[in-house]
Every structure is written in structure tokens, then in C-alpha cells.
């Protein structure tokens, strides 16, 4: 994976400077496709695994008190990191230190709002799936991880009521899960492929010209991100009695192909699967709490970036921020997450944010010239944080295994088939 790295942006490199178009668009396939794969495996992973995993528990109570502590240290992380996004801001004063035309203001087509949770969390369909159609008249199939892992509990739940009737179902989920994680290994197999595509083509697309303007905007979310993840996250595991090393080495494969791939649903396999295998988080828990980290625990794009982002709307528009307001972004970036957890990203944020502070929507035109290269840092963080929460809760219930997180790491960091299927 280290390799594809360097070979990707070596060739995106070559791409960019030398024009071959040909190379960046082959790049740009082979990064696409391997997200894609990864995207595809997603609904019957986090369904059957949460149905599983469920059905597995004898007590629901047991379940409740992991959900409640894992909403909890999403919490607490999520208010330290906007925090420190705050900081960064009022120090750097992003706003006043740009040159971006203003012309380049404009409204984003899609906005958060407070009733987003309400619309995401309820099913449109069993597998919270939706269509759309494409400007050629194409129909393409999306999902919501949200609904997913809502009705993959509701079940669960059912399957647990319905007693020894229901054996036969939980057989067949079992077998079925096997079979997908045997898959999901394949996949996952192609991680140093998918990484050349993608980092080539991140590096073929974008360039220093791009990012001038709004250098110093784009050194703070860097700058805090990796506060979050070197400083913050650390001393976090510290607490805990726990390696930050081991850590970052176990999370590793799902970190590099966060800051890549920038998208934490494509990423979560990874994530679930290396928070079990090499972090040592029970799988009957990290199936529940991976998936749902994916889609509400966002500290890179949730937390870090809209709190720096409304700064620097408001210094740029010369609107003077309170306060009132700085408790309002710190309580947006905690609780937003969640609540625009139907419709994620970083963009829907960011306006749930302005919109709530009362600062102008154009804005957010300013920043999206930008945001592939930000939203690289921001999903590794995210990410980090995805594994980081899971692994604290198991060791604070007394369920981590130890054994597996302090071991010494296999040479394939993946891991084989029949771990997986184990």
C-alpha cells in the first residue's frame, strides 16, 4: 500500500506535468473502480454483521449501554476537536488573508438542515436504498448507511424476541456474512491498486495554483486535523492505558485509504475490519459501532473543518462573530453530526452551520475549489476517530482483547481469507 502510494503519485505527477491525459483518466478509472468495489460490499456487510451481531447478544441492555458510551466519546472528541478548530482559527484569521475573488461566491445546491436525522433515519425501502437518475437518463441505486444499520438493529432486535423460531434465519445470515467477508477480503486484496489510481489522480488533478488563494485556510485544517489525530487521539489512548503506536499501526491500512479514497462509507469495511482483527474490538460490537461512526462520527468534516470554515465566512463577509456564536459552532459540530446524518458530507455541515449562525450560504462557493484536497486529511481523520472510539468503549467495558491489540502486527496487515471468514 506504501508502494502505491509512491508509484501513484509519481504517475500523477507525470500526468500533471507533462499533460497525458490518457494517464490521469486511467488513473482516475482504477481509483473509482476499487472505491466503487468497496461501496458495493457495504449494504450486505453492515446488514448482515449488525443482524448477526445482534442476534448473537443475549441481553439488549448490554447493547444499549456500548450504544450510549460509544454517542458519548463521539461527543467528547467531537467537542476537543472543534475546539481546537476554533483556536486555529481565531489565530490564523483565514478570512482576512486570502485573495479569492468574491466572485466566486455562490449557494451549494444541497443543505443541512436540523430535520435531516428525522428523514434519514426512517427506511424508505428494507435496505435503505435510493435511486436517481443521471443527466443521460441513467438510473444508478444509493444507500443510506443510517437506514441501513436502523433496520439491521430493528431485526436483530426481532430475531432475539422470536426465540428458537428464528434459528434458521440467524444460520443463514451467518453462512451469508462468511461468504461476504470472504469477498470483502478480495477487495480489500486490491488496496495497493486502488491507492495508485487514487492518489494519482488527486495528484494529477490538483496543483499549488489551486490552493494560493486560500493557503493559509487550507494549512489550518491540515494543522488541526493533525492536532486531532497526533496530539488529541494519543493522549486520549494514553488515558486509557493503551499504545498510541500500536494504535496507528493496527488502523493504519483504513487511514491510508481515508486520505485517498476521501470517503468514510468506502473506507468502512477496512475500518470495521482492522478495528476486529487488529485492534482487538469484539466483532459482535465493532459491527454496530464502525457503521455508525461512518455515518455520524465525523471530526475531520463535522467538527475541525466547519468550525474554521465559518471563521473565515465571517471575517471575509466582515460579519463579527460572538461569544454566543462560537458556542453555537461548537454545539452545531457536536450534535450536527447526527443530526445531518441522512444526508452526509462535508458541504451539508458546513451549511447547517452557516445557516444556524446566520452567515451567507455563498460562502461555501469559496471553499469548494478546494475541497477534494481537504477532504483528504479530513476523512483519514474522520476515519481515525471511526476506529479510535470503539477501541476505547471495548477497553473501558472490560471487552477489549488486548492480546490481539499489543501483538505484534502480521506482515499482511489484511490479513487472509479464513481470518476472515472466521
Same mark, same amino acid.
Given at each position: 500500500? @506504501?508502494? $502505491?502510494?509512491?508509484?501513484?503519485?509519481?504517475?500523477?505527477?507525470?500526468? &500533471?506535468?507533462?499533460?497525458?491525459?490518457?494517464?490521469?483518466?486511467?488513473?482516475?478509472?482504477?481509483?473509482?473502480?476499487?472505491?466503487?468495489? *468497496?461501496?458495493?460490499?457495504?449494504?450486505?456487510?453492515?446488514?448482515?454483521?449488525?443482524?448477526?451481531?445482534?442476534?448473537?447478544?443475549?441481553?439488549?441492555?448490554?447493547?444499549?449501554?456500548?450504544?450510549?458510551?460509544?454517542?458519548?466519546?463521539?461527543?467528547?472528541?467531537?467537542?476537543?476537536?472543534?475546539?481546537?478548530? @476554533?483556536?486555529?482559527?481565531?489565530? /490564523?484569521?483565514?478570512?482576512?488573508?486570502?485573495?479569492?475573488?468574491?466572485?466566486?461566491?455562490?449557494?451549494?445546491?444541497?443543505?443541512?438542515?436540523?430535520?435531516?436525522?428525522?428523514?434519514? @433515519?426512517?427506511?424508505? %425501502?428494507?435496505?435503505?436504498?435510493?435511486?436517481? #437518475?443521471?443527466?443521460?437518463?441513467?438510473?444508478?441505486?444509493?444507500?443510506?448507511?443510517?437506514?441501513?444499520?436502523?433496520?439491521?438493529?430493528?431485526?436483530?432486535?426481532?430475531?432475539?424476541?422470536?426465540?428458537?423460531?428464528?434459528?434458521?434465519?440467524?444460520?443463514?445470515?451467518?453462512?451469508?456474512?462468511?461468504?461476504?467477508?470472504?469477498?470483502?477480503?478480495?477487495?480489500?486484496?486490491?488496496?495497493?491498486?486502488?491507492?495508485?489510481?487514487? @492518489?494519482? %489522480?488527486?495528484?494529477?488533478?490538483?496543483?499549488?495554483?489551486?490552493?494560493?488563494?486560500?493557503?493559509?485556510?487550507?494549512?489550518?485544517?491540515?494543522?488541526?486535523?493533525?492536532?486531532?489525530?497526533?496530539?488529541?487521539?494519543?493522549?486520549?489512548?494514553?488515558?486509557?492505558?493503551?499504545?498510541?503506536?500500536?494504535?496507528?499501526?493496527? =488502523?493504519?491500512?483504513?487511514?491510508?485509504?481515508?486520505?485517498?479514497?476521501?470517503?468514510?462509507?468506502?473506507?468502512?469495511?477496512? /475500518?470495521?475490519?482492522?478495528?476486529?482483527?487488529?485492534?482487538?474490538?469484539?466483532?459482535?460490537? =465493532?459491527?454496530?459501532?464502525?457503521?455508525?461512526?461512518?455515518?455520524?462520527?465525523?471530526?475531520?468534516?463535522?467538527?475541525?473543518?466547519?468550525?474554521?470554515?465559518?471563521?473565515?465566512?465571517?471575517?471575509?463577509?466582515?460579519?463579527?462573530?460572538?461569544?454566543?456564536?462560537?458556542? *453555537?459552532?461548537?454545539?452545531?459540530?457536536?450534535?450536527?453530526?447526527?443530526?445531518?446524518?441522512?444526508?452526509? $458530507?462535508?458541504?451539508?455541515? *458546513? /451549511?447547517? #452551520?452557516?445557516?444556524?449562525?446566520?452567515?451567507?450560504?455563498?460562502?461555501? $462557493?469559496?471553499?469548494?475549489?478546494?475541497?477534494?484536497?481537504?477532504?483528504?486529511?479530513?476523512?483519514?481523520?474522520?476515519?481515525?476517530?471511526?476506529?479510535?472510539?470503539?477501541?476505547?468503549?471495548?477497553? &473501558?467495558?472490560?471487552?477489549?482483547?488486548?492480546?490481539?491489540?499489543?501483538?505484534?502486527?502480521?506482515?499482511?496487515?489484511? $490479513?487472509?481469507?479464513?481470518?476472515?471468514?472466521?
Amino acid at each position: 500500500m @506504501i508502494a $502505491g502510494l509512491v508509484v501513484g503519485a509519481l504517475l500523477g505527477w507525470v500526468a &500533471r506535468t507533462w499533460s497525458v491525459d490518457g494517464l490521469a483518466t486511467t488513473l482516475d478509472v482504477i481509483g473509482s473502480s476499487f472505491v466503487s468495489l *468497496l461501496r458495493t460490499i457495504v449494504v450486505p456487510l453492515v446488514f448482515l454483521a449488525i443482524v448477526v451481531s445482534v442476534a448473537r447478544l443475549r441481553e439488549v441492555t448490554n447493547a444499549a449501554r456500548l450504544a450510549g458510551q460509544t454517542l458519548l466519546w463521539f461527543a467528547i472528541t467531537a467537542a476537543v476537536a472543534v475546539v481546537i478548530g @476554533i483556536t486555529i482559527g481565531l489565530l /490564523t484569521d483565514p478570512g482576512l488573508r486570502t485573495s479569492v475573488d468574491r466572485s466566486a461566491a455562490s449557494a451549494p445546491g444541497t443543505t443541512g438542515s436540523w430535520t435531516d436525522f428525522l428523514q434519514g @433515519i426512517v427506511p424508505s %425501502n428494507i435496505l435503505g436504498l435510493e435511486g436517481s #437518475t443521471g443527466d443521460d437518463g441513467s438510473v444508478s441505486l444509493g444507500f443510506n448507511v443510517l437506514q441501513i444499520v436502523v433496520v439491521a438493529l430493528l431485526i436483530g432486535v426481532a430475531v432475539l424476541k422470536t426465540g428458537k423460531k428464528a434459528e434458521p434465519f440467524v444460520a443463514f445470515s451467518e453462512s451469508f456474512l462468511a461468504v461476504v467477508q470472504t469477498v470483502l477480503w478480495w477487495i480489500i486484496r486490491l488496496s495497493p491498486l486502488g491507492t495508485l489510481g487514487l @492518489i494519482g %489522480n488527486a495528484v494529477a488533478s490538483y496543483g499549488w495554483d489551486l490552493l494560493a488563494p486560500l493557503a493559509v485556510f487550507t494549512i489550518d485544517v491540515y494543522v488541526g486535523c493533525a492536532i486531532v489525530l497526533l496530539v488529541v487521539y494519543p493522549v486520549v489512548l494514553r488515558l486509557h492505558g493503551l499504545s498510541p503506536r500500536k494504535f496507528f499501526s493496527g =488502523a493504519w491500512p483504513a487511514l491510508q485509504l481515508a486520505f485517498v479514497s476521501r470517503s468514510s462509507v468506502g473506507t468502512m469495511p477496512v /475500518t470495521q475490519y482492522v478495528t476486529t482483527r487488529n485492534l482487538g474490538v469484539p466483532r459482535e460490537y =465493532a459491527s454496530f459501532a464502525v457503521p455508525l461512526g461512518a455515518t455520524t462520527k465525523m471530526d475531520g468534516c463535522a467538527a475541525i473543518y466547519p468550525a474554521l470554515a465559518a471563521i473565515f465566512v465571517a471575517q471575509f463577509f466582515g460579519v463579527d462573530l460572538s461569544v454566543t456564536d462560537y458556542l *453555537l459552532i461548537a454545539f452545531v459540530s457536536v450534535v450536527g453530526s447526527a443530526a445531518t446524518a441522512g444526508l452526509t $458530507g462535508a458541504v451539508v455541515m *458546513l /451549511t447547517l #452551520t452557516l445557516s444556524t449562525l446566520g452567515l451567507p450560504l455563498e460562502g461555501v $462557493g469559496l471553499l469548494l475549489a478546494i475541497d477534494p484536497v481537504l477532504d483528504m486529511m479530513r476523512t483519514m481523520t474522520n476515519v481515525a476517530g471511526q476506529a479510535l472510539v470503539p477501541t476505547i468503549v471495548a477497553k &473501558r467495558e472490560g471487552i477489549l482483547d488486548e492480546s490481539v491489540y499489543d501483538g505484534d502486527r502480521a506482515s499482511d496487515p489484511v $490479513g487472509d481469507p479464513a481470518l476472515v471468514a472466521a
